[in-house]
Each structure stands twice: as C-alpha cells, then as structure tokens.
C-alpha cells in the first residue's frame, strides 16, 4: 500500500504540476521514447546479472507492495520462542532439544510460533545453530565467528536484488539522453517540415530526457532503496537470534537472553521489558 501511495504522489505530482502550468498532457505521450528507455534498461539489467539475482529481484518488487516483514509482534514472538528452547534446555538439558531442533515442523515449541516457523532463513538459522550447541563440539567464540561469517555472506546475497536494481536506476538518465538524441537525429531528417512538426519532434526528444529521470528517481530508484530496508531488516531479525544464543551459551539465565536479544532492537519494533514478559507467560 505505501508503495502506491508514493507511486502517486509521484504522477499527481509531477504531472498535476504540468496540467496546472498549462501543460498538455497529451504532448507527453510518447510511446516510442518510452520503448527505448525501458527497453534499453530491461536489456542491460539481463545482461548484467546472474540468472539468481534476475529471479531474486522479481520476487521481491511484489513483495513491496505488502506490509513491513517484521513488526513488534514479530520479535516479541522470535523472544518468547528462543525462551521456550532455552528454559527447556535449562531444565532438561540440551539433549532434549534435539528433536525439536531435528523436525522443528512436528515440535511443539516450534508450533506455537507459526510466524517465525514460516521464515525459512530465521528458521533454518535457529535450528542450525542450536544443533551445534546440542553437538557441544565448538567454544562460544569459534561459534560466534561462524555466526558473523554466515549472517555476512547472507547480507551481501540479500543486498543483490537493490544493488542490481540501483545499478539499473543509475542508467535510466543515459537511456533517456540515448531517446533524445536519436529524437535530435529524426528532428534533423525533418528540417524542410513546417516549423510545427519541427516542434512535435524537439518536444518529443525532450520527453524523452524527462521520462528517464522521472522513472530514475521518481520509481526505480525508491523500489531499490525499499528492497535494501527489506535485507536490512532481515538481517536485524537474525542478529537477534544471533544475541540470544550467544548469551545463553554465555551461561545467562532464559530471561536474560531474551532480554539480551530485546535490547538489540530498533525502537520501532522493541517492545518493552514487561510487554515481552507477559506475552512469554501466555505462551
């Protein structure tokens, strides 16, 4: 929703601005010029990526029209699961973990948390990670060297789809150039038209120039930026994780953990000491 917000406040607004000022919207529809641009675009994005990224970026453009990934209730959910594994672990020992960890999909623990048993990254990194503790066969510190090194080369792949994107935008502009000039060139083969069809042409160069910047900055611009908040907030919800496994390793109590993994969150989605308190009794 707030992606088409923006989308038209974008074209009411350039093009509201135009209308005002007298402008013909008419003399702006230039089918042509856009051909070249988007399609001058479209061609150097294909060849500039793997067929990975390709597929990554037409998964996750739509995804922008939904809601933020992860809200509040989001993490206080993330928190009240790792303190079930946790408590758990305390009590029975790590060993009882293991089927949880094994087949999170028939767990009991895992099933109350349907949110975060439906992220595949978080879910994958949870049981990966709790599994080597159960193995007990690495120190925090070789453990938490791993984590960094994983959640870098996750953050890197899930930037791909912006970089690619803003790779994009940032050609928008010289295809635009790339429509007026060849609009200059067809302007130039019409010197002996009458001075009106001389205009329609130079007018149409120009559109051509306009139309580059305004999908630059005015559309493919901000999808790239959306998509880069996108991996960047799922990489807070796995250093989360990260936290809390870390200080349970660490020898701290279940409450301390969560609470440690609490205090690493944004204001935006943190909730507070006593919120996150009573939804784990809840649950």
């Known amino acids: 929703m707030k992606l088409i917000i923006g989308f038209l406040v974008v074209v009411g ?9 007298h402008g013909i919207l008419m003399a702006l529809f230039q089918p042509f010029e856009l051909l070249i ?22 998964k996750g453009l739509p995804s ?24 758990k672990a305390r009590k ?33 990194f949870i049981t990966d ?23 870098e080369v996750h953050h890197h792949e899930a930037l791909l789809p912006s970089e690619s994107v803003t790779t994009m935008s940032d050609g928008l502009p010289g295809f635009g150039i790339v429509a007026a000039v060849m609009g200059v060139v067809i302007t130039m083969g019409s010197l002996g038209e009458p001075p009106e069809v001389l205009g329609a042409h130079i007018a149409a160069a120009l559109v051509g ?12 611009g901000p999808m790239a930026s959306a998509l880069k908040h996108r991996a960047e907030d799922e990489a807070k919800f796995l250093a989360c994780i990260k936290v809390c496994i870390m200080a349970t390793l660490n020898g701290y109590t279940p409450q ?15 909730p507070g000491f006593t919120e996150l308190e009573e939804h ?4």
């Open 209 to 220: 120039t306009f139309l580059g910047i305004l999908l630059a900055y005015g559309f493919v």
């Open 13 to 21: 607004s350039v093009f509201g601005g135009y209308v005002l000022s």
């Open 64 to 87: 922008l029209l939904k809601g933020a990934k992860y809200s509040k209730q989001s993490y206080m959910d993330l928190l009240a699961l790792m303190y079930d594994l946790f408590a």
């Open 37 to 58: 641009i988007a399609g001058g675009a479209l061609g150097a994005f294909i060849i500039a990526n793997p067929p990975h990224v390709i597929k990554a970026v037409l």
């Open 256 to 270: 301390i953990a969560v609470e440690f993994g609490r205090k690493v969150l944004s204001s935006t989605v943190r």
């Open 280 to 283: 784990v009794k809840k649950k």
């Open 92 to 124: 029975e020992g790590l060993m009882a973990l293991e089927n949880d960890i094994e087949e999170p999909e028939q767990s009991e623990i895992f099933k109350k948390y349907p949110k975060v048993m439906a992220d595949h990254h978080a879910l994958e």
């Open 129 to 151: 990670y709790m599994r080597l503790m159960v193995g007990g066969s690495m120190n925090p510190f070789e453990l938490e060297n791993l984590m960094d090194l994983e959640l």
